[in-house]
């Protein structure tokens, strides 16, 4: 497993296309709490168990979009979960 600190988490992020709000609400955080961890002003708690959330995210975006829409380009301009 490669360290999840706030860059790699915002890459992960960015590439799923979620605003920090959305993945907050994924999470069950605050948007705050994101926000402090991609920008390392906060330490993941448990960076293993936000490690598997994220994989379980990406797997269930990757099954719910049309192949057309599996890249790692952003989603279009309001186009969310």
Do not use: F
């Amino acid at each position: 497993m490669t360290a999840l600190d706030g860059a790699t988490l915002r890459g992960r992020r960015e590439r799923l296309g979620l605003s920090q709000g959305q993945l907050a609400r994924a999470l069950g955080v605050e948007p705050i709490t994101i926000s402090r961890w991609e920008r390392d002003d906060k330490v993941i708690g448990n960076p293993v168990l936000l490690d598997l959330a994220l994989q379980t995210i990406e797997r269930s975006l990757s099954t719910q979009r049309p192949v057309s829409q599996r890249s790692d380009t952003a989603p279009a301009e309001g186009e969310g979960l």
